[in-house]
T-cell receptor
């Protein structure tokens, strides 16, 4: 079964700073990749997804992620964060009919 | 720690059958559990939010009589797909949140693949 690693569980940064969250997975087959966001008190929402094609994926709210197959990575980026980006971010990898989530990154943006 | 067990992982059954999926938090108490559904090539969609001891809150478009949710204890929530039909075939995943409110982390089960023939 696949596994997903997200490092630096707690991230604190100032508004306008750039954000990059790492996601690495272990699985040898074809995968679908997702980033979800959970704002305080809310349920998961999809930020972006990758199934095939251009490995650079653009999502909502200015987020993007790049799939690097050779590195088994799908890192999430945003060039300039806002206070409203304070949330928890989950990377998810789907392979062989299984969906695995990382432990999440708690991101706090200071105004 | 913080393991969520979902059972069964895969079920195949005939049309008209009712199917029960269990979601258990193994080493923590979960006030809130969420049930999601994923269609092929799509992302998760929230079906309902389940709070222990009270009725589940269903998302718009989700039939509560079709998808029965019971959260009878702090460690167990069940989703029953009643009189399942082929269009109910999907991947169902639950998550559980620590007792303690909205800022607590959420932990996911491995999902259940439901195939209705």
């Amino acid at each position: 079964a696949q596994s997903v690693s997200q490092h630096n569980h707690h991230v604190i940064l100032s508004e306008a700073a750039s954000l990059e969250l790492g996601c690495n997975y272990s699985y040898g087959g074809t995968v679908n990749l997702f980033w979800y966001v959970q704002y305080p008190g809310q349920h998961l929402q999809l930020l972006l997804k990758y199934f095939s094609g251009d490995p650079l994926v653009k999502g909502i709210k200015g987020f993007e992620a790049e799939f690097i197959k050779s590195k088994f990575s799908f890192n999430l980026r945003k060039p300039s964060v806002q206070w409203s980006d304070t949330a928890e971010y989950f990377c998810a990898v789907q392979g062989n009919n299984r969906l695995a989530f990382g432990k999440g990154n708690q991101v706090v943006v200071i105004p | 720690g913080a393991v969520v067990s979902q059972h069964p992982s895969w079920v195949i059954c005939k049309s008209g059958t009712s199917v029960k999926i269990e979601c258990r938090s193994l080493d923590f108490q979960a006030t809130t559990m969420f049930w999601y559904r994923q269609f092929p090539k799509q992302s998760l969609m929230l079906m309902a939010t389940s709070n222990e001891g009270s009725k589940a809150t269903y998302e718009q478009g989700v039939e509560k009589d079709k998808f029965l949710i019971n959260h009878a204890s702090l460690t167990l929530s069940t989703l029953t797909v009643t009189s399942a039909h082929p269009e109910d075939s999907s991947f169902y995943i639950c998550s559980a949140r620590y007792q303690g409110g909205g800022n607590q982390p959420q932990h996911f089960g491995d999902g259940t693949r439901l195939s209705i023939l």
